[in-house]
């Protein structure tokens, strides 16, 4: 059983590199942000609650959170175990986490400010198929077109400069701290993400002493 969180700024590739190791290892990726982004396209009521916050790139409610992440690990479908991708994202979360499960591993993707903004202002997204593009290095063939159905092209509703401002401030005060709370329990292993996919996947295989996948062999 592998259990581990994964922390790290918008656009440090945490969605990328989870789903990787996910797929080698057996692990369920449980992305917190796709969580809430679901019920705001679904309309739940839940999703009413959340909408204004999260297109303001602001953090949604700890009590809400925590329910989320206990709902969502207490449906035990992990055999192999999970990576969690987007919390904890303060304190109060990271404690609530610490007390109630135990964990392998932190995995701190690390990635300056600059580069953050320029890979996370040049995200592209398809609203019909959920495939996602980026302009830098995965560009489209036609312009604003998904590959996959045809559909337009959007951003994400927070990846504007104004929200994006505000989630890095929010990033800086509210979740680096708690990298050093987790630092002292020996946890984190940083790496540094601004090389390629597959060298930040290597990367983080190494760090945490994985085996080859059997997939893999
Ligand atoms: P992400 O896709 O991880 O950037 O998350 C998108 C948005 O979902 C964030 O800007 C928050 O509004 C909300 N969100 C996701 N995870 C958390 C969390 N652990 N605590 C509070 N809000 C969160």
Redesign the pocket.
């Known amino acids: 059983m592998r259990k581990y969180l994964i922390i790290g700024v918008?656009g440090s590739g945490k969605g990328t590199q989870s789903a990787l190791l996910a797929r080698a290892y057996e692990l369920v990726h449980i992305?917190?942000?796709?969580i809430?982004?679901w019920h705001v396209q679904q309309h739940t009521k839940l999703g009413a609650l959340?909408r204004r916050?999260?297109a303001a790139?602001?953090?949604?409610g700890?009590d809400l959170?925590e329910k989320v992440v206990r709902d969502r690990l207490d449906q035990h479908d992990w055999n192999y175990g999970f990576i969690i991708?987007?919390?904890?994202?303060?304190r109060r979360?990271a404690e609530f986490f610490l007390e109630s499960y135990d964990i392998d591993g932190v995995i701190h993707l690390d990635l300056p400010d600059d580069e953050v903004r320029r890979r996370v202002l040049a995200r592209r997204l398809c609203p019909n198929c959920g495939m996602d593009y980026n302009l830098i290095y995965d560009r489209p063939a036609e312009e604003g077109i998904c590959e996959v159905c045809g559909h337009q092209l959007v951003r994400r509703a927070?990846d504007t400069e104004e929200a994006l401002a505000e989630?890095l401030r929010t990033y800086h005060d509210k979740t680096d701290p708690i990298l050093d709370l987790l630092r002292r329990k020996e946890y984190v292993f940083t790496i540094d993400a601004s090389r390629s996919v597959e060298e930040v996947q290597t990367s983080i295989r190494d760090r945490l002493a994985l085996p080859p996948a059997d997939s893999e062999r």
Not at 57 to 60: K, N, T, Y
């Open positions: 918008q992305n917190v942000g796709d809430f982004r959340v916050t999260m790139g602001e953090l949604i700890d959170v991708d987007g919390f904890p994202r303060n979360q927070d989630r």
